[in-house]
């Protein structure tokens, strides 16, 4: 028989304890099936009956009592069978394989925990722990510790503390694993800490403080119970009071093996005898098959026979093996246990084993001895050792002394003397004072009694006497012994007093022998199988014995008699028990009104209780089992079991405990339920729990519902059986129930699995219902129907899930309420209708792996009924409103990283919804920044943004777009939600002096576009072609707005240039390092803003690029010509001091005439330091102003080279000419001034001694040593070497 009770998952808990307990009697109103439920109430719908008369309620009232009356009985005598199969099993053993079962968690230990961790995440405990658990806390918390469905599956029963740790070890294992690696510490590692730290968390510190109280009864039920934990367990479930039981305990003799091993011999002759009744009257149940009959009486015959085959197993006792096999009567002749050469049983096959204790405790009346002399006893049982007790005076001959003897002799021989001892010399025996022999059976005394002693001859002490105590103990294959009268035919042929042993010898073969003192085997002997013992009358001439009985055999007769009719009650008790027999001996009248157990009535005993021993326990235990209606008997008591076990304090999910099973297969096995209606019933029982919300393990369902197919179908594993067209006719509407219970299950995943608990049952479901739907047991059902089943039962789960989730949100589709407002309930449920979707995958996905499709289209229909929702609610937002971005990133985001709903219908809906809204946003954001531009620049001033920061740092930075703006030609244009916040996020914590170096306009325009880029990128647009588009689109606008920048900065720089003089007092302007920024800024964001894929630069960057540089060219080209300008109008100034003209002449003339009497100031020095300062100033201009070193650099060997380009011509053209000293101290200084001052700057060596140079350098210094011979100390020291005493 399948075992309904092993399984290797567990999970589910107990109901609160608040609560009632779970009763299947009154259905779920949702349960299609519950009007047809076996235990629920067939009331029709009428209206309410007119008042009833007294008399009609009394008679309802009776009518009521009578019912639970006979409820009551029924209980009892379900009861008196279950302990007679706790008392007495030979079938069934309690697994020990099963697994355990969790304690349930109930509504108030659920807060409790809640309480716990709200505590923990408050701070207000102990427990140390990192930002990265109390987020996993959080979100356990948050996400199911305050789920509805939780609260939902504690209430039904079946929730664990070991679904709580699951549920977050999963979460946990999810979070650990998209940390980054952390070197030194595993991840492994983190699991176990946090594990650690959450059952910190969940037992809580005060339940951690609390001893250990005593474990409650219910608690143990999952442990091996001992009959004493059965009868109590078993008492609860069928409503038994404590009395009953007693009182029914004593009535059955369950404390005494031998009855109940007589009362099963008994009940199986019944059961052989109802099953020959059925074969010769041909009263068969209908079975579907006519051939079904004569198979259906060798079922009977062959359960039978297991049973008698599983009796005669058992041993005896511990040390004691049956020797042989059962004798058959002719009436079970047909049952093939022995051989047919059995032999007849012998002498030999009687063994018997007694132990006897001989107590010697003392003597009296021993005068012959003087009183100082030494006395001792011996003892010994004839044919075995001796032994002797300690020594004492004969003034004080006491000992207590024991002595333990074995023999196999029913009527041993005992001898105890008395000695003392001898003081001649030449004696050589102790002297003998006395001696008693006695003969001790099984029933004498076992206390110390005086015997009188055997004296020798000539001796003085005539009333010497000896205390002492003999005890000879029973064995267990000893059921009964005395002495008996008896006559037999074949045995015992005379009338003659003998001693009697009921030897039992196996489970089935008991013996009547007599024997002989001092003889180990009987002298004869008589089988009791077969016999049938009653009282009988006195016998006509024969003399002795005063009560007589009888043992009655076709073809035998033996009369056996007594002296007193105790004693003859206590022998037909026995043999009654010896033979097996369905007749049970009634004493005769006189004797029948005594209380035959041997009870006291108390006074103060209920009436219920007096009328019950009365009348009511003999009834109970007298009637034949085999009368009875066994299946009906099992289905109560399967159900008053079963919703025990639903509300003990374990999380059953429907499975019994070891104890519960062991009693049920030991039932079953015993009064003949058939297999199939044992799972029927249960089937229907278990069903009608989960109809009424209570979790029951599919993979029990699937047990015993396969048990039953394979039956119905004949497919058994054991063989084909009996199918009776009841049985099929229940399995039909078990299968049609089933059906719709699993079905609506699947429909309603979510809540009756939720969060994947218990473990695996949603696959088990599946696997039931594909089970449910095959025809028969070998037939496969076609993939395409399980499908279809499957698909319908999810579009119906779409809808009440999204109902659910509608009611959980408080959503209501409110045409009146604001667009803000029903915006932001979009949000809220699509943030919720996300987290479904997750959780389905994560919880759930698994189980329907088979069909991915399927758990696909089910997403789509939930979303679908959310299109609905949003459609209405985006319908009305405001034209070129942007705030609904948001939902489509949100709604995206999860889309897109889902293999089977990236590009569905919804995704396609939503694209569909927001193309034209990001068209039009980017067109408004083009023309917006277009306009933005072309304002800027004409009203650029041209500060840099470094400038503007420093000097006034409460003018708040420009963000995008600077609206509202009224665009002409085009509607208004508001700021999203989302520019804000990402403006001010890019900002923070950044050194802004050290970044901002551009102008107002032109960091307003690459901020706008990056920004710009950024949002659409973040929209992660999922079709890959218009994403495509996007991308282009930008990197052309952002080309074309930068194109426009530069060359309206080429522009204004030009403007710039032309009006700024030529002499030594022009100094770079600010507004000028800051175009140069301007363009030093678009180079760096053109790579960034208008590069389409990294490493492959496009059209438009290479034209931007290309532009740029040019840009650059032209605009240092400009500002070199500048500074190159300034040059030569110093050069023009020294040509006036050329050699041979009339203007040289004069000054040199005047200077000389001067110099005689006043000093003069040297001419040309002045001029060379205005240059020189003109220089510096302007190199730290550009040094300190534009960012880019490498455009300064380029600037400044530019800026050198043209110089010494200038002076290296200007000295070329003077080639044939000799410098004017002025003239020469002047370039001297002006040239190694700017050689240091480049080289100070950055200007490479090779750049610095060029030709140029170098030709300059040698013309100088030639110059000069002319000028030293000539004039003397005309050069006041100014020389082309290096010198550190030269003015800076």
Not at 437 to 460: F, Y
Not at 668 to 696: D, I, P, Q, T, W
Not at 751 to 764: H, I, N, S, T, V
């Amino acid at each position: 028989m399948l075992d309904p009770s092993s399984s290797e998952e567990s999970g589910g808990e107990l109901p609160p304890e608040d609560e009632p307990p779970v009763q299947p009697e009154k259905p779920s109103k949702k349960s299609p099936k519950s009007e047809k439920s076996p235990g629920a109430p067939r009331t029709p719908a009428k209206k309410p009956p007119p008042p009833s008369s007294p008399a009609q309620e009394n008679e309802n009232e009776q009518e009521r009592l009578q019912k639970e009356e006979s409820e009551r009985k029924t209980k009892l005598q379900i009861y008196v069978f279950v302990l007679r199969c706790i008392a007495y099993p030979f079938n069934a053993k309690q697994p020990t394989d099963m697994a355990r079962r969790q304690q349930k968690l109930n509504k108030q230990q659920l807060q409790a925990v809640k309480e716990r961790f709200q505590a923990f995440l408050r701070g207000e405990t102990q427990i140390v722990a990192d930002e990265a658990f109390c987020n996993a806390v959080r979100s356990y918390y948050e996400g199911f510790l305050k789920s509805e469905r939780v609260a939902r599956m504690v209430q039904s029963g079946g929730c664990s503390a070991s679904d709580f740790r699951e549920v977050f070890k999963k979460n946990i294992e999810r979070r650990v694993r998209s940390l980054p690696e952390i070197d030194g510490l595993s991840k492994e590692t983190v699991l176990s800490s946090w594990i650690t730290k959450y059952d910190a968390i969940f037992k809580g510190e005060e339940d951690q403080r609390r001893p250990q109280g005593r474990m409650p009864f219910s608690a143990v039920s999952e442990l091996i119970l001992s009959k004493e934990q059965l009868y109590e367990m078993f008492q609860q479930i069928l409503g038994i009071k404590k009395f009953e039981h007693q009182l029914l305990y004593n009535a059955c003799q369950l404390d005494n093996v031998d009855e109940q091993a007589a009362q099963i011999r008994r009940e199986l002759d019944g059961r052989l005898q109802l099953t020959e009744r059925i074969a010769r009257e041909r009263k068969y149940p209908k079975f579907v098959s006519k051939d079904m009959e004569m198979m259906y009486v060798e079922e009977l015959r062959s359960s039978i026979n297991l049973l008698m085959a599983n009796l005669e197993s058992l041993p005896v006792a511990k040390d004691l093996k049956p020797k042989i096999k059962p004798k058959l009567t002719p009436m079970n002749s047909f049952l093939d246990i022995g051989d047919e050469n059995d032999l007849p049983l012998s002498k030999s096959d009687v063994v018997l084993s007694f132990t006897l204790e001989i107590v010697i405790m003392e003597v009296q009346g021993l005068k012959s001895v003087a009183p100082n002399r030494i006395v001792y006893c011996t003892m010994e049982v004839e044919g075995g050792e001796k032994l002797q007790t300690d020594q004492a005076e004969a003034s004080k001959p006491q000992w207590g002394t024991q002595g333990d003897f074995t023999t196999t002799h029913p009527l041993p021989v005992v001898k105890v003397k008395l000695f003392t001892e001898s003081t001649g010399v030449l004696a050589l025996e102790d002297k003998e004072l006395g001696r008693v022999v006695l003969n001790p059976t099984t029933n004498g005394p076992k206390n110390a009694e005086l015997h009188k002693m055997v004296i020798p001859k000539n001796s003085q002490d005539t009333d010497l006497k000896i205390k002492l105590a003999v005890r000879m103990d029973k064995p267990p294959n000893m059921k009964h012994s005395g002495y008996l009268y008896a006559l037999g035919q074949r045995v015992w042929k005379r009338w003659k007093r003998r001693y009697f042993v009921l030897v039992q010898v196996s489970q089935y073969t008991f013996a009547m022998c007599s024997y002989r003192e001092k003889k180990s085997e009987p002298q004869e002997l008589m089988q009791l199988d077969g016999y049938t013992v009653d009282y009988s009358e006195p016998q006509p001439g024969l003399q002795g014995g005063k009560a007589f009985f009888s043992a009655v055999k076709e073809g035998d007769l033996v009369v056996f008699a007594t002296n007193d009719e105790p004693d003859r009650m206590l022998w037909v008790q026995a043999m009654y028990r010896a033979t097996g027999q369905s007749y049970k001996p009634v004493p005769p009248a006189q004797n029948q009104q005594q209380n035959c157990r041997g009870g006291n009535i108390q006074k103060d005993t209920p009436t219920s209780l007096l009328s019950l021993e009365r009348a009511g326990v003999e009834e109970l235990i007298s009637t034949v089992p085999c009368s009875f209606d066994h299946a009906s008997l099992f289905q109560t008591l399967q159900k008053h079991t079963l919703v025990h076990r639903m509300n003990d304090s374990f999380s059953c999910l429907g499975w019994f405990s070891p104890g519960q099973v062991f009693v049920l297969d030991e039932y079953c096995a015993r009064y003949g339920v058939r297999g199939c209606h044992r799972h029927l019933c249960y089937l229907k029982e278990l069903m009608e729990f989960s109809e009424n919300n209570a979790l029951v393990d599919p993979t029990l369902l699937h047990y015993s519902y396969a048990f039953c197919a394979s039956h119905v179908h004949g497919n058994r594993p054991d063989g084909m059986g009996t199918v009776t067209e009841e049985e099929k006719e229940e399995f039909e509407k078990v299968r049609s129930r089933l059906l719709i219970l699993l079905e609506s299950q699947i429909t309603h995943f979510r809540y009756c699995f939720p969060f994947g608990r218990p473990e695996g049952a949603l696959k088990a479901t599946l696997s039931l219902l594909e089970r449910v739907l095959m025809k028969d047991i070998t037939t496969p059902v076609p993939v395409e129907e399980m499908k279809k089943i499957v698909q319908k039962c999810l579009e119906k789960a779409a809808l009440i899930n999204y109902s659910q989730l509608t009611d959980y949100a408080q959503f209501e589709a409110n045409s009146q309420a604001l667009p803000e407002k029903r915006l932001e309930d979009m949000m809220r449920l699509g943030e919720l209708c996300m987290e479904v979707l997750q959780q389905n995958d994560e919880h759930h996905s698994e189980a329907f792996s088979w069909w991915p499709d399927v758990m696909a289209e089910h997403a789509e229909i939930f979303l679908s009924l959310y299109t609905v929702d949003m459609d209405a609610a985006l319908a009305v937002q405001l034209q070129d409103s942007w705030d609904s971005f948001p939902l489509f990133q949100l709604l995206n985001n999860f889309l897109r990283t889902d293999p089977h709903m990236c590009n569905g219908t919804f995704h396609r809906h939503l694209q569909e919804l927001y193309m034209p809204l990001v068209v039009r946003y980017i067109d408004l954001m083009e023309s917006s920044i277009a306009q933005s531009v072309h304002r800027g620049f004409e009203q650029e001033t041209w500060q840099s943004v470094k400038t503007i920061t420093n000097n006034l740092p409460s003018v708040p930075l420009p963000k995008v777009p600077n609206l509202p703006l009224n665009l002409p030609q085009m509607p208004s244009f508001s700021t999203p939600s989302w520019m804000g916040p990402l403006c001010d996020n890019t900002l923070q914590g950044i050194n802004l002096p050290d970044i901002f170096n551009g102008s107002a306009t032109s960091e307003d325009l690459f901020w706008k576009l990056d920004a710009l880029q950024i949002f659409v990128m973040d929209l992660h647009w999922p079709e890959p072609e218009f994403a495509k588009h996007l991308e282009q689109r930008l990197k052309l606008m952002a080309s074309d707005m930068m194109e426009a920048c530069v060359k309206r900065t080429k522009a204004a720089f030009d403007s710039k240039m032309q009006k700024s003089s030529k002499s030594t007092d022009f100094r770079v302007p600010l507004s000028v390092c800051t175009m140069f920024n301007v363009l030093m800024d678009a180079k760096k964001q053109c790579s960034k803003l208008c590069v389409i894929d990294q490493g492959q630069e496009q059209q438009y960057h290479s034209k931007i690029d290309v532009l740029i540089d040019e840009a650059f060219k032209e605009m240092i080209s400009c500002l070199v010509s500048k500074f190159a300008a300034v040059l030569d109008g110093l050069l023009s100034k020294l040509s006036r001091y050329d050699e041979g003209t009339f203007f040289s002449s004069i000054l040199s003339f005047t200077v000389k005439a001067a110099a005689k009497y006043v000093d003069v100031p040297k001419p040309g020095m002045d001029l060379a330091d205005t240059y020189i300062t003109f220089v510096r100033q302007n190199q730290d201009i550009l040094r300190d102003r534009l960012n880019d070193e490498m455009y300064t650099e380029k600037i400044f060997e530019q800026w050198y080279n043209t110089s010494m380009k200038a002076v290296c011509v200007w000295l070329t053209d003077r080639l044939d000419l000799q410098l004017h000293v002025y003239q020469l101290k002047t370039l001297i200084k002006i040239v190694k001034k700017s050689y240091r001052d480049f080289r100070l700057q950055g200007v490479l060596d090779s750049t610095l001694n060029s030709k140029n140079y170098d030709t300059i350098y040698n013309r100088l210094t030639i110059e000069e040593a002319t000028a030293a011979v000539s004039a003397g100390d005309g050069l006041q020291g100014i020389s082309m070497r290096d010198s550190d005493e030269e003015d800076g």
